[in-house]
């Protein structure tokens, strides 16, 4: 038995998967977060079903690669009932997606989620009426602590055995004697869908359907030429259909809605501050430093101890080993690998990723792509590029993915670029290991700026290379939320476990084979391929190969530095300037091997070398200018 959860974005969908299914998939507070579809067995009252978690979208209209997927999934794909969840407190906009869902004729329960948010905003939901009115089961939850969890997923059981298939909305007549019009025309056994919901969708244009019946009844395909005619004689354009389901969720709604009192509270009036056109911008620069300084003092406090205890470890190693022997040099790059990823990437990684999945359930995130936006917007930064952008500060593959939401390819090629100059949080072991410990968080904390600053421009340059009219960014503000220990931990895990199980095992395994390169005199091979760049930015000859191993994963070039250059104590064997041009040159310089893959699938193999040699330029240009500009403070 199989279950899919279909909603719009910041419903609480994916909420619901993980509250079920362990973290699997990322909740954010902003559109793109779960952009490929997510599925997980679960044991239910003795039957095992497979819950599956579709990408969050508005409608299955097709105007975008999300919602292409979701409706190319629930109809090519066996599922036994469609779990639609709901915002409460958005109740008329996600209704209408159900109207749409309800056309499929399929077994079919709504979820009412954030009741609680409902409300807070003066709103009572008839639970009884609604359900009467849209001929399916309604249950009310609150997705984040559990409450009604069970009973949503007791409903779909019941409602998958019982196999009920809903009605559709009826629409006004002329829609109606279009759609019988047509359906004479479809035959059944030849369509993957309900007669009606075909006859919808080529009414629609829907390029899918389209696509299907011209290779299967082309027959249906002109008839609704004459049909779509007719109609357009009444009333033009291929809207019509999202309009009139809109009017019927606000009508279903506005039966169905008790308004009362709104409580004001002070969730409420901290808009005011973190919203302003100027103390918000206040604000966002606080919360970062703070964010930073948080960090920072965490890693720290970890770092040091840790770091001397591996030296002490080294030392003991060495001692018991013939010195300057391949097995002595073999082992210390065990150690220094296993050390890296425990004593320089984890101790800053962890807090950061946590710091990130706070602000993310809060709902800061899409309060501060409001504030960005107004600034990205005049330097010619389209500002749908702001949710891909956000997510890069996780990790630049999801943030690639997230593209996909975007509209034309113009746009997800510059959002997917300047994607890729976000400082992941791999990046970040780089800036809080090297600069931060040895020259202070303020230091990092301007490389951020600094980095912020390069990507307006990049945006500025792309948008006048590839001109085009940017249309202003619509995006909803959710309601700021308590979030859940356990979400928060179980998403910092989710992230964390990426670097453990994948990156780690690399980076010990690099270490090693550094060790052997260097005990075999081979490195320096590698390093007289890197040597133009190293040369040019003043860099020591031997972090060619640790520039290699980046393109791995971010985090190695920092431990391959300390391999290297002999040292894992930096402020030994490298200057404040090198530091700095070092990690400037890192950010930059190319993506990592997973999100190079992702570029490909995405976006193409021409905008992947594209990307690869932009990214190679910027990183020439701004680690030779902080070159000059930290020559003359150190």
Not at 417 to 432: G, K, Y
Not at 493 to 518: D, M, Q, T, Y
Request: hydrophobic content about 50%; charged content about 15%; overall charge neutral.
């Amino acid at each position: 038995m199989r279950f899919v959860l279909v909603g719009q974005p910041n419903c609480g969908k994916s909420t619901l998967f993980n509250q079920v299914c362990g973290y699997k998939a990322e909740t954010g507070n902003f559109t793109g977060t779960t952009v490929t579809f997510t599925e997980s067995r679960v044991r239910l009252v003795g039957d095992i079903v497979d819950l599956v978690d579709l990408p969050g979208t508005y409608s299955l209209e097709g105007s975008n690669p999300a919602e292409k997927e979701v409706f190319r999934y629930l109809l090519n794909h066996s599922y036994d009932c469609i779990i639609n969840v709901l915002d409460a407190s958005h109740l008329s906009l996600g209704l209408a997606m159900t109207v749409e869902l309800l056309e499929l004729q399929r077994p079919m329960i709504v979820v009412l989620n954030m009741v609680d948010e409902a409300d807070h905003l003066g709103m009572r939901v008839d639970i009884n009426k609604l359900s009467e009115t849209l001929g399916v089961p309604v249950v009310p939850m609150i997705a984040r602590i559990g409450r009604g969890v069970k009973e949503v997923f007791l409903t779909a059981l019941r409602t998958a055995r019982l196999k009920n298939t809903p009605h559709r909305i009826r629409y006004s007549q002329r829609l109606e004697d279009a759609i019988a019009a047509l359906s004479a025309f479809i035959d059944p056994q030849r369509s993957d869908m309900a007669v009606d919901a075909a006859a919808i969708k080529l009414l629609e244009s829907d390029p899918l359907i389209t696509e299907l019946f011209q290779a299967r009844q082309p027959e249906a395909i002109q008839a609704t030429e004459r049909v779509r005619s007719d109609l357009a004689q009444v009333d033009t354009g291929e809207q019509v259909f999202r309009l009139e389901r809109h009017e019927a969720a606000q009508e279903i709604a506005g039966r169905v809605i008790l308004q009362g009192t709104r409580k004001l509270t002070l969730r409420d009036k901290l808009d005011n501050y973190l919203l302003h056109p100027i103390w918000g911008y206040l604000f966002l620069l606080i919360v970062l430093y703070l964010f930073f300084q948080g960090v920072f003092a965490f890693g720290g406090l970890i770092e040091g101890p840790l770091m001397a205890w591996f030296a002490e470890l080294e030392t003991l190693i060495i001692s018991h080993l013939p010195p300057g022997g391949i097995a002595s040099q073999l082992a210390v790059g065990l150690v220094q690998g296993i050390s890296g990823g425990l004593g320089i990437v984890l101790p800053y990684l962890v807090p950061f990723l946590f710091g990130l999945g706070l602000l993310e359930d809060v709902g800061y995130l899409p309060r501060i792509a409001f504030l960005v936006d107004a600034f990205m917007h005049r330097i010619g930064l389209h500002g749908a590029a702001i949710v891909p952008f956000i997510l890069g500060f996780g990790c630049n593959v999801p943030s690639i993915m997230a593209t996909r939401t975007l509209e034309d390819k113009r746009e997800r090629f510059i959002a997917g670029a300047l994607s890729t100059l976000v400082p992941c949080a791999a990046r970040l072991a780089v800036v809080f290991g090297l600069v931060a410990f040895y020259l202070g968080p303020l230091a990092a904390l301007l490389i951020y700026v600094f980095v912020l600053f390069v990507i307006a421009i990049t945006g500025r340059i792309l948008s006048r290379l590839l001109p085009e009219d940017i249309p202003g960014l619509i995006l909803e503000i959710p309601p700021y939320r308590v979030p859940t220990v356990r979400a928060v931990f179980q998403k910092t895990w989710f992230r964390v476990k990426e670097f453990i199980v994948e990156a780690w095992p690399i980076l010990i395994a690099g270490s090693v084979f550094l060790a052997l390169l260097n005990a075999l005199n081979l490195s320096q091979f590698v390093d007289i391929i890197f040597r133009p760049f190293t040369w040019l930015l003043g860099l020591p000859s031997q972090v060619g190969t640790t520039l290699l191993f980046g393109i791995l994963r971010k985090e190695l070039s920092l431990v391959m530095l300390g391999q290297a250059l002999g040292s894992m104590d930096f402020s030994q064997v490298l200057t404040p300037v090198q530091m700095i041009t070092y990690t400037i040159f890192v950010i930059f310089y190319m993506p990592c091997l997973a999100t190079l893959v992702v570029i490909r699938k995405e976006l193409g193999t021409r905008s992947m070398w594209a990307i690869m040699g932009l990214s190679l330029v910027i990183a020439t240009v701004t680690a030779l200018l902080a070159r000059g500009v930290s020559s003359l403070i150190f």
